[in-house]
């Protein structure tokens, strides 16, 4: 097991092969994916399979599983990816299970990663975005120590932008 990092809280790590029907079932809860993009369970289980793949020495990037420090239930997932191609700067996401909304693991997820992140390349723009009306997100980011900057377009979409 992997283990990118870990609070008294939480494990962050990469997933293992057989938690791909796991991973799959945090994207059918609609509360969950109402912030979203739409995508196919086809499209899930390639994004699942890819994020198995040993991250190359040095980086930053990936998806990762959340699992709860005590019993290793699973939390949800959180990632770090290039934001744009053609850019340098990173991009945090994350989804978690509807039970684990509003006990500041989020906040504390972004913090921790962010940190860890910055610690291995100082020099990283970090940024994330999320639909106008996700104020819940966006008072993650912005405890995390993201500064909200003007919004920002993307696929013809209209975001919150976030950068730090």
Not at 58 to 72: E, L, V, Y
Request: glycine share 8%.
């Amino acid at each position: 097991m992997n283990i990118l990092l870990q609070t008294t809280r939480f494990i962050i790590r990469q997933f293992k092969p057989e938690e791909e029907e796991m991973y799959l079932s945090l994207f059918d809860d609609e509360r969950v994916t109402r912030y979203l993009p739409v995508r196919s369970r086809e499209e899930h289980i390639k994004i699942f399979r890819d994020s198995l793949a040993e991250p190359a020495p040095g980086s930053i990037t990936g998806r990762w599983g959340m699992f709860a420090a005590g019993d290793n239930d699973f939390i949800g997932m959180c990632l770090l990816r290039i934001f744009e191609e053609g850019r340098d700067d990173i991009e945090l996401g994350y989804s978690l299970h509807h039970n684990y909304w509003g006990k500041g693991i989020a906040s504390e997820m972004a913090g921790a990663l962010l940190t860890r992140a910055l610690s291995i390349r100082p020099e990283t723009v970090f940024v994330a975005v999320t639909e106008l009306e996700n104020i819940a997100s966006q008072r993650v980011l912005e405890k995390a120590g993201m500064k909200r900057m003007p919004n920002y377009i993307r696929n013809g979409e209209e975001l919150a932008y976030f950068k730090m």
